[in-house]
């Protein structure tokens, strides 16, 4: 668990085995979670990592942390698999954060308050997804 606030859970069920979606989950996260390298974005908000996230904990197979903070946030977003009865994955993704003082209410109400946030975690688990299956298919 983490030390910080709890701010939301989506799930996704993949019809691939965990081996597959855990293998996806990481290149996913590699290539496609955070901020492309000399991003401007990155620099104005002062995050650390550059990125904006980086490998907190990591369980193969099982559970992927990834964190990271700037000026008005401190974030954490992890990734739980589990097997399912008829040979898929559910992959869960939980959001943790703090927005502290008055600059961070007004980051969170941009971020947590327009949806963004929830568009942005449906996409990576539709990301996921895609490569999952991509891997599985013949």
Known sequence: ??????????RITIAAP?????TALCRYADASIGLPTGN??????GAVPASGF???ESHP???LGLGGRHRFSRYLLTFDLTDLRDGGTGVSARSYAEFPGLPGL?????VIGSR???LAVRRMLR???RQSLSYSSP
């Not at 668990?1 to 989506?10: A, C, G, Q, R, T």
């Open 1 to 10: 668990m983490s030390d910080l606030p709890y701010i939301d859970e989506h």
């Open 18 to 22: 965990r081996d597959v979606v855990w």
């Open 40 to 45: 401007p974005l990155a620099k104005l908000l």
């Open 54 to 56: 980086a490998v907190t």
């Open 61 to 63: 197979r099982q559970h």
């Open 106 to 110: 007004a980051y969170r109400t941009l």
């Open 116 to 118: 963004g946030h929830v």
């Open 127 to 129: 990301g996921i997804q």
